[in-house]
């Protein structure tokens, strides 16, 4: 397959949808000697990302399990798990990247459609996405109907509604990679694929389908939920201000104090969501409107690392908003307790 060839399949293929504009990163062969240099850094900073991700994600997820909090917020919990495996996905498909290994055979189609591909990255991260809309739909329910859901919204409930995000996720990448599987070839060593349609209907519905479900719908699910809360939660501390004059329950501001510092935390998570994968989203319906004459190239580093930064930056707000996840933390960092020994001994030798 020639050089032109290649490039004209990759264009095709970024004119998708989010799991098509990762096909740049497959090991291609490219004129442009500064295209090289800045897709090998682009490479290195999606390893460091994983690696950073995969660390904190596994650090909070520890932290939740110390905690006790898994057992409050099954749903937290899954969503780091999804970020987990994100993270560890684009190692290994970082790995494989930069490695540069020579690919061969069946095994090299497979290997180059679900991992060269960022398949399972996008796995992972169709499943956080869906599992961040149950979060905040859970807390809506929590907070805005809270007499329903003490009656209604059972643990098992929760439990049950928790696979529904790697099942979607599941459902997406193997629609992804049966439409890629026609249109992959291996030719000496390297990999050229493209997503293969029934036509160009089915193209624009599955173009409609990854834009709406899981950006703006979910955005949607996002402001109409949230806003909903925080009129509850602005209702509630006018009603607990007038109580704390004439002595109020303690127990209850504390509650209620845990409460206000959860849905800050997913307020946060949700808007660098929006934030973060609004430009890559943008530059979809770009290419979809003006394919040729945009820079693909530097438009695909520019949104997928702000997108992957994401998957990142998760697990750092879980450690300095979430405070049950904060005090566990707390706990493990030897310079904290060592700080906190070497004061404790300080006031023994002055007594």
């Given at each position: 397959?020639?050089?032109?060839?290649?490039?004209?399949?990759?264009?095709?293929v970024?004119?998708?949808?989010?799991?098509?504009v990762?096909?740049?990163?497959?090991n291609t062969?490219?004129s442009?000697?500064?295209?090289?240099?800045?897709?090998?850094?682009?490479?290195?900073?999606?390893?460091?990302?994983?690696?950073?991700?995969?660390?904190?994600?596994?650090?909070?997820?520890?932290?939740?399990l110390?905690?006790?909090?898994?057992?409050?917020?099954?749903?937290?919990?899954?969503?780091?798990?999804?970020?987990?495996?994100?993270?560890?996905?684009m190692?290994?498909?970082?790995l494989?990247?930069?490695?540069?290994?020579?690919?061969?055979?069946s095994?090299?189609k497979?290997?180059?459609?679900?991992?060269?591909?960022?398949?399972?990255?996008?796995?992972?991260?169709?499943?956080?996405?869906?599992?961040?809309?149950?979060?905040?739909?859970?807390?809506?329910?929590?907070?805005?109907?809270?007499?329903?859901?003490?009656?209604?919204?059972?643990?098992?409930?929760?439990?049950?509604?928790?696979?529904?995000?790697?099942?979607l996720?599941?459902?997406?990448?193997?629609?992804v990679?049966?439409?890629?599987?026609?249109?992959?070839?291996?030719?000496?060593?390297?990999?050229?694929?493209?997503?293969?349609?029934?036509?160009?209907?089915?193209?624009?519905?599955?173009i409609i389908?990854?834009?709406?479900?899981?950006?703006?719908?979910i955005?949607?699910?996002?402001?109409?939920?949230?806003?909903?809360?925080?009129?509850?939660?602005?209702?509630?501390?006018?009603?607990?201000?007038?109580h704390?004059?004439?002595?109020?329950?303690?127990?209850?501001?504390?509650?209620?104090?845990i409460?206000?510092?959860?849905?800050?935390?997913?307020?946060?998570?949700?808007?660098l969501?929006?934030?973060?994968?609004?430009?890559?989203?943008?530059?979809?319906?770009?290419?979809?409107?003006?394919?040729?004459?945009?820079?693909?190239?530097?438009?695909?580093y520019?949104?997928?690392?702000?997108?992957?930064?994401?998957?990142?930056?998760?697990p750092f707000?879980?450690?300095?908003?979430?405070?049950?996840v904060?005090?566990?933390?707390?706990?493990?960092?030897?310079?904290?307790?060592?700080?906190?020994?070497?004061?404790?001994?300080g006031?023994?030798?002055?007594?």
């Amino acid at each position: 397959m020639t050089e032109e060839q290649s490039t004209d399949s990759h264009l095709s293929v970024a004119m998708t949808t989010t799991s098509m504009v990762q096909i740049t990163g497959v090991n291609t062969m490219t004129s442009s000697s500064s295209l090289r240099g800045i897709d090998f850094y682009f490479k290195c900073a999606v390893l460091i990302i994983g690696v950073v991700g995969t660390a904190a994600n596994g650090l909070i997820l520890y932290a939740l399990l110390v905690s006790n909090q898994h057992k409050k917020h099954p749903l937290i919990v899954n969503q780091n798990v999804l970020d987990l495996c994100s993270s560890f996905a684009m190692i290994l498909s970082s790995l494989l990247k930069i490695c540069d290994i020579y690919l061969t055979g069946s095994f090299g189609k497979f290997v180059c459609i679900v991992l060269l591909t960022d398949v399972l990255i996008w796995f992972a991260n169709t499943g956080a996405v869906i599992n961040l809309a149950l979060i905040t739909v859970e807390r809506y329910l929590k907070v805005v109907h809270s007499t329903w859901s003490q009656n209604k919204l059972r643990k098992w409930l929760i439990y049950l509604v928790m696979p529904i995000p790697w099942i979607l996720g599941v459902m997406q990448t193997t629609a992804v990679v049966a439409s890629r599987y026609p249109g992959t070839t291996v030719t000496d060593g390297v990999c050229y694929t493209r997503i293969v349609f029934l036509n160009n209907v089915a193209r624009i519905i599955f173009i409609i389908w990854s834009l709406s479900v899981y950006y703006f719908i979910i955005i949607s699910i996002f402001v109409f939920c949230y806003w909903r809360i925080l009129l509850v939660v602005r209702r509630q501390a006018r009603v607990m201000a007038g109580h704390s004059a004439a002595g109020s329950n303690a127990g209850q501001a504390q509650l209620n104090q845990i409460q206000t510092n959860m849905i800050k935390t997913m307020i946060l998570v949700c808007v660098l969501y929006t934030v973060l994968w609004l430009p890559m989203y943008v530059a979809h319906i770009l290419l979809l409107a003006h394919p040729y004459p945009l820079s693909r190239d530097r438009m695909y580093y520019t949104t997928v690392f702000l997108g992957y930064s994401y998957m990142c930056i998760n697990p750092f707000i879980y450690a300095t908003k979430f405070d049950p996840v904060k005090q566990v933390l707390r706990r493990i960092i030897p310079c904290k307790n060592t700080n906190q020994g070497n004061v404790g001994g300080g006031g023994n030798r002055h007594t």
